[in-house]
C-alpha cells in the first residue's frame, strides 16, 4: 500500500519548488510553447500533491491528470490568443462544459493561474468576436465550443473556427460560472474572478432572454440555425424527454430577419445547471464585493427553483420533468436530467427525500448507475447514447445533490461504483450501465470528473486528497490574496 506522504513544511516547500522549475511541470507556457508530458513525469508530478493509501486510486489519479487534463492542453492558434483545451476523441475545439470540469482538477496545480486565465479568456474574446457581428438579442451567448481555424472546412455544419458566426449557433449547459467558482475555491485567482463576471452575466442574460421566452423561469434549447438537433445538441444531446422537440418562432418578438429558433419544450437539465451557475455568480460577485450583480443573481435563482417545484416536480417519478412550453403539460420521460436539480439545491427536503428513493430502487439501479433514462422507458439501452448509458459528469452532479441533502449513504454507493469501474475499465466518455464496458472516447477530458468524485469525498471507501499548495504561490509570487 502507498503510505500517505509525511512532509515538513521545509520538506514541502522544497518539494514544490522542485516541482515548479521541472521542465515538464507546465506542458504548455502561457507563450502556448509545448511540452512533451509523459506518464512518469505526471506521476513524479502529482506525489506531492495528491495523498492516498491506495495506489489503484493513484494510479486512476495519474491517468486523469494524463490522459484528460495536461494531455488535453494545445498551443496558441487563430483565433485562440491562448493556451486551449480540447476535449480528445479527435475533437479539437474548446467546448463549454467540458472546460468546467477540466480546469477544476487543473487547479489543484501549482503554477497554472496564467494557463487557465487564458482558457476562459478564450471565452470571453469569442464573446467580443460575436456580440459585434450579431444582433443584440444574441449578445452575451457563448458557443457549445470555440474552435481553431486549423480545423478543415468540409462544409457548413464542419468544426472549422472559420464558421464560427454560423455553426456553432447554439449553446452548451451554460456551467461557466460553476466552473470559474470552482478554480477559485482551489486556487484563490480574484483576478479570473474580475475578468469573467462581466461576460458571465452576459452570458446568464443571454440564456434567460433566449431559452425562458415566456419568463415563467424555466429553460429550452434552441439554435440561431433552426435545426432540430442542433437546439438538442445544448443538452444531452439525444435526451428521450426532447424526441418530440420542435422549433417555433420567438412567442413575442417577430423581427424581419428571425426564424423557428426557440424549442417548445422546458427541460429541467439545464435549467438545473443555469440555477446552479446562477449560485456560483452571486458567490463570485460577493468576493469582489458587488453586492449589486449577488442580488440579481439570487433573485434569479429564487424565481427558477420556485417554477420548477410548481411545474416540472412529478411525485410519482420522483424527480423533475420536462414541460411543454406552451401548455406546461409534463413529458413523461424520467431521465438523468430530472436528478440534477439536486446539485442546485432545487428540490424541498421531502422533495429530495422521494428523488433518493427513486434512485434506490429497481427503476434505476443499474449495476452502474445512473443509467441516463428509467429502465421501463422503451428507448431504455443499457450501451445508449443518453439512452441508458452512464456518464460520469451527471453520475458526479446527482451524488453531489445528494450529499447536499445528507443522503450519503447512496451517494457513497453510486459514487464509489463508478469510480471502482473507472478504475477497472479505464476512464471514458460514457459506459454501458449494466455491464460497466467503456464506451465513447477513452480519456475524455470531463470524464476526468471521476476523480473528483473521490477528491470531493463523495465516497468514504475511496480516500483522496490534495495537498494544499498557497506555499509555492506565495514563493512564486502569485498569491491568492487581493
Excluded at 486510486?57 to 498551443?75: E, M, N, S, T, W
Aim: aromatic fraction near 10%; glycine fraction near 8%.
Amino acid at each position: 500500500m502507498l503510505d500517505r506522504i509525511q512532509l515538513t513544511r521545509r520538506q514541502l516547500v522544497a518539494s514544490m519548488a522542485a516541482l515548479a522549475a521541472m521542465p515538464s511541470f507546465a506542458q504548455i507556457s502561457p507563450s502556448g510553447q509545448q511540452k512533451e508530458y509523459t506518464r512518469n513525469a505526471v506521476e513524479h508530478l502529482l506525489r506531492p500533491l495528491l495523498l492516498t493509501k491506495d495506489p489503484s486510486l493513484f494510479r486512476l489519479a495519474v491517468d486523469a491528470y494524463h490522459q484528460c487534463i495536461l494531455g488535453k492542453l494545445r498551443p496558441i492558434e487563430a483565433p485562440f490568443r491562448h493556451t486551449w483545451l480540447a476535449p480528445g476523441g479527435g475533437y479539437e475545439d474548446q467546448w463549454l462544459w467540458d472546460t468546467t470540469f477540466v480546469t477544476d482538477l487543473l487547479a489543484i496545480l501549482p503554477g497554472q493561474r496564467e494557463i487557465i486565465r487564458g482558457v476562459y479568456q478564450n471565452f470571453w474574446d469569442f464573446c467580443d468576436r460575436w456580440n459585434i457581428a450579431k444582433p443584440e438579442y444574441a449578445h452575451g451567448m457563448v458557443a457549445n465550443f470555440i474552435a481553431p481555424f486549423s480545423e478543415p472546412d468540409t462544409g457548413p455544419d464542419s468544426r472549422s473556427g472559420r464558421n464560427w458566426r454560423t455553426f456553432p449557433a447554439y449553446s452548451q449547459a451554460p456551467l461557466l460560472a460553476w466552473g470559474v467558482e470552482r478554480v477559485f475555491l482551489r486556487n484563490q485567482d480574484l483576478e479570473l474572478v474580475r475578468t469573467a463576471l462581466p461576460y458571465l452575466e452576459a452570458f446568464h442574460n443571454w440564456y434567460w432572454r433566449e431559452r425562458d421566452i415566456t419568463g415563467i423561469g424555466l429553460i429550452a434549447v434552441g439554435s440561431y440555425s433552426g435545426v432540430t438537433q442542433h437546439a438538442r445538441y445544448e443538452t444531452n444531446d439525444l435526451e428521450v424527454d426532447l424526441d418530440t422537440l420542435q422549433l417555433t418562432a420567438h412567442t413575442i418578438r417577430h423581427g424581419a430577419n428571425e426564424g423557428k429558433w426557440y424549442g417548445d419544450i422546458l427541460i429541467p437539465t439545464n435549467t438545473a445547471y443555469l440555477l446552479l451557475s446562477e449560485q456560483s455568480l452571486s458567490r463570485l460577485a460577493l468576493a469582489v464585493h458587488d453586492h449589486e450583480l449577488a442580488a440579481r443573481s439570487l433573485a434569479r435563482y429564487q424565481k427558477g427553483v420556485l417554477a420548477m417545484r410548481e411545474h416540472m416536480w412529478e411525485e410519482d417519478a420522483g424527480c423533475f420533468l420536462a414541460v411543454r412550453r406552451d401548455s406546461l403539460e409534463k413529458i413523461y420521460n424520467p431521465t438523468v436530467g430530472g436528478f440534477t436539480p439536486l446539485m442546485a439545491g432545487v428540490p424541498t427536503t421531502k422533495q429530495a427525500a422521494r428523488m433518493a428513493e427513486v434512485l434506490d430502487g429497481p427503476e434505476w439501479s443499474t449495476p452502474l448507475t445512473i443509467p441516463t433514462v428509467i429502465r421501463t422507458d422503451k428507448a431504455f439501452r443499457s450501451d445508449g447514447f443518453w439512452r441508458g448509458d452512464v456518464w460520469p459528469a451527471t453520475v458526479y452532479q446527482v451524488t453531489t445533490g445528494l450529499v447536499h441533502y445528507g443522503h450519503h449513504k447512496l451517494a457513497a454507493k453510486i459514487a464509489g461504483a463508478n469510480i471502482d469501474n473507472a478504475m477497472r475499465n479505464g476512464i471514458s466518455e460514457h459506459y454501458d450501465s449494466i455491464t460497466g464496458k467503456p464506451l465513447g472516447v477513452a480519456g475524455l477530458g470531463m470524464s476526468a470528473v471521476v476523480l473528483t468524485m473521490a477528491l470531493d469525498g463523495l465516497s468514504p471507501a475511496y480516500q483522496i486528497s490534495a495537498r494544499k499548495t498557497n506555499l509555492l504561490y506565495a514563493r512564486t509570487g502569485q498569491s491568492g490574496h487581493a
